[in-house]
C-alpha cells in the first residue's frame, strides 16, 4: 500500500489503535526502571496521558486533520501525568501546531510536524538529556527526514522509516546514559514512544485503514475529585503547638498525650525524654500551656486562630481569602499532616500514581483563593503541575519540592500575609534545608553502580540516590542517617508506612535517640505504600 496522504480520520484511527497498543504493553515499560523500586511507572503514565488523546479524538470524528490533532493535544494535555506523560503531551502539541488549519497532510507535512514536536519537547524541558525520549523522538523525526529525500518515497514509507529511526535510537540509550547500561536496560519513556509508533504502524499494515474507526475501549478517565477541605463550623479554634524541654525530670510523653486526649483534636506529642514537640487544636490553650509548664519548659509558642487563618466566613462560594495552597500526598498520616499545616486541597498521589494535569486545574479551580501555590512533592509530579500553572485560571505558582518533607517544610514558613512571590521564594529556600531519606524495597535483581541488588533486598536512598543495601531496616536506617549527617542537623523526622506497626517504628527510633543523644527524633504514621521510612533530616 502507498499511502500519500493523511486527513482527520485517518489520524484518529491510527493514535486510538496505539493508544490500545500501548495499553497493552504499558507494563513491560515500567519494569525498565533504573533502580529496581517498586515505583516504576513510565509506562502507566505514557498508557494514561495517550488513552485522554484517544478519548478527546474518538469523541469527535473530525475529518481535517488539523481539527483531530488539535482535539489530540488538548486531550493529551489535560491526561498528561508524570515527566514521560508531559514529553509527551508536548510531543503532541508541537504536531498539532504543525498542522492546524490543514485539512490532510502528506509525507513533507509529516516529516514537519514531527521536526515541530521534537523542538516543542526540547523547549518544555529545562534541562534536556540525551539517551532519553527526547533523543528518540529527535532520530525518528530525522530519519524521516532522509526517507523524504528518496524519489519513491510516500507518507507510508516515511512512517515506516520513523519507526524505524527511533527503536534504532532507543537501543543506543544505554550508551548514552551509563545507569542505564549498568542496569541494563534502554529508556524507559523511549521505549513507550517507540510503542506508539508501532502500534500506528501495526494498524496501516494490517490495513485497518479501511474499516470505520475501530470502537476500542477507551476507559473514561475522569479525574477523581481531590480532597477538599469541607466548609464547616469548627469545633476547636486555636491551633497550639511549642517545644517542650525537660526540667530535672524526664517528659513523660505518654501522659501528656493522655491529658490532652479530651482538649481538643488533631492531637500530636513526639521527641523523646529530653525534648517534645506538642500540637493540639483546642478551644483551651491557656489549660494546656498551663499543664505543660509543670513539666518543663516551653519554646517557640504558636497559637493561631484557625477560623481568622482559614477564612471560612465564606459567602456563597465567593473567593474568601489571597492564597491558597494545594499538595499531592499519599498516605492517610501524610494526608493528616499536610492538612493540619492549612494546606486547602490534598490530591492523592506521589508514587506510582501521578496526577494528571487536569486534576491540578480542578484542584485550583475549587481553591476558594484568588492566587494558589501548588507542591508537588515529587520530582515526577514537578512538570504536569507547572503545565496546568501555565493555563489555570487565576495566577498559580509551583514550588518545586521533590519529597514529602519537602513539602512539609515549606509550609512551616508560609505565611498567608505575604503575598505570592514572597512565599515561594521563602518556601523554595525552606525546602534546601531539608535532607531527605528513603527506605523502600528491590522488585527485581538489578546492578547499580557498585550495588548488586537482590530482589526483596532493603533499599535505603539519599537525596534520590541509591545509597544502602541491606537486610534489616533498622541497620539501613542508621547507615542512612550517618552518611547524611551534618554538625548543623537538630532534628530527625520519621514517618512509617503502611506496613509497619506503630510498636516497631518507635523502637527503631528509641535505638537511633539514644545512639544520636545531640539529635531530636519525632515519629508520625505517613501511611504510604511502597516506602516502609520517609526521613528528613533539619
Known amino acids: 500500500m502507498k499511502l500519500e496522504k493523511m486527513d482527520g480520520l485517518l489520524w484518529s484511527k491510527l493514535l486510538i489503535a496505539s493508544s490500545i497498543y500501548l495499553e497493552e504493553k504499558k507494563q513491560v515499560v515500567d519494569t525498565l526502571n533504573v533502580f529496581p523500586v517498586p515505583d516504576g511507572d513510565t509506562g502507566t503514565n505514557m498508557s494514561l496521558t495517550m488513552v485522554s488523546a484517544a478519548k478527546a479524538l474518538k469523541e469527535k470524528k473530525e475529518k481535517e486533520i488539523g481539527q483531530a490533532t488539535k482535539l489530540m493535544a488538548h486531550g493529551a494535555l489535560m ?21 492546524e488549519g490543514q485539512k490532510e497532510i502528506d509525507a513533507q507535512g509529516f516529516c514537519q510536524a514531527l521536526a515541530l514536536a521534537v523542538e516543542t519537547a526540547y523547549k518544555a524541558v529545562m534541562n534536556p538529556v540525551e539517551g532519553t525520549i527526547l533523543t528518540v523522538s529527535r532520530e525518528a523525526s530525522q530519519a524521516a527526514m532522509n526517507e523524504l529525500k528518496n524519489e519513491d518515497s510516500s507518507l507510508h514509507s516515511v512512517f515506516q522509516a520513523t519507526y524505524r529511526g527511533a527503536y534504532e535510537a532507543l537501543q543506543k540509550t544505554p550508551l548514552m546514559l551509563s545507569v542505564l547500561q549498568q542496569a541494563g536496560v534502554v ?125 471560612e466566613m465564606s459567602i456563597k462560594g465567593k473567593v474568601v481569602k489571597q492564597l491558597g495552597i494545594i499538595t499531592v500526598s499519599f ?150 542517617i550517618n552518611r547524611f549527617l551534618q554538625p548543623e542537623h537538630e532534628l530527625v523526622t520519621v514517618y512509617y508506612g503502611a506496613d509497619l506497626q506503630e510498636k516497631d517504628a518507635a523502637k527503631m527510633v528509641e535505638v537511633l535517640s539514644e545512639k544520636y543523644t545531640q539529635l531530636d527524633f519525632e515519629l508520625h504514621y505517613g501511611g504510604q505504600p511502597l516506602y516502609y521510612y520517609l526521613i528528613s533530616l533539619e
Open 79 to 99: 491526561g498528561a501525568r508524570g515527566n514521560s506523560g508531559v514529553i509527551l503531551s508536548q510531543l503532541l502539541a508541537g504536531f498539532a501546531k504543525s498542522t
Open 187 to 311: 529508556d524507559a519513556g523511549g521505549q513507550g514512544l517507540v510503542y506508539i509508533l508501532e502500534g500506528m504502524l501495526v494498524a496501516l499494515d494490517n490495513n485497518l485503514l479501511k474499516e470505520p474507526i475501530p470502537s476500542f475501549f477507551v476507559p473514561d478517565m475522569v479525574p477523581k475529585e481531590a480532597d477538599v477541605a469541607e466548609e464547616k463550623v469548627l469545633a476547636y479554634q486555636y491551633c497550639t503547638e511549642f517545644i517542650l524541654k525537660k526540667k530535672k525530670k524526664d517528659l513523660p510523653l505518654e501522659e501528656i498525650k493522655t491529658f490532652l486526649a479530651d482538649k481538643g483534636d488533631c492531637v500530636l506529642v513526639v521527641g523523646s525524654s529530653e525534648t517534645g514537640k506538642v500540637h493540639i487544636h483546642t478551644n483551651s490553650p491557656g489549660k494546656v500551656l498551663d499543664y505543660c509548664t509543670g513539666l518543663g519548659t516551653l519554646h517557640q509558642i504558636k497559637i493561631d486562630n484557625m477560623s481568622e487563618q482559614s477564612g
Open 331 to 480: 498516605g492517610t498520616g501524610l494526608n493528616d499532616v499536610f492538612r493540619s499545616l492549612g494546606v486547602d486541597v490534598v490530591i492523592e498521589g506521589g508514587q506510582t500514581m501521578n496526577p494528571s494535569t487536569q486534576e491540578f486545574i480542578n484542584a485550583i479551580e475549587q481553591v476558594l483563593a484568588e492566587e494558589v501555590i501548588i507542591l508537588p512533592n515529587n520530582s515526577n509530579v514537578i512538570l504536569a503541575a507547572q503545565q496546568a500553572a501555565s493555563v489555570a485560571s487565576k495566577p498559580t505558582k509551583v514550588v518545586a519540592t521533590k519529597t514529602i518533607p519537602q513539602g512539609i517544610a515549606a509550609l512551616m514558613v508560609y505565611n498567608a500575609e505575604n503575598d505570592l512571590d514572597i512565599n515561594k521564594k521563602k518556601m523554595e529556600e525552606a525546602c534546601q534545608q531539608i535532607v531527605t531519606l528513603e527506605i523502600t524495597y528491590a522488585v527485581r535483581d538489578a546492578q547499580y553502580e557498585d550495588h548488586l541488588i537482590k530482589k526483596g533486598q532493603i533499599l535505603g536512598l539519599g537525596e534520590g540516590e541509591l545509597i544502602i543495601t541491606g537486610s534489616k531496616l533498622e541497620d539501613v536506617a542508621e547507615q542512612l
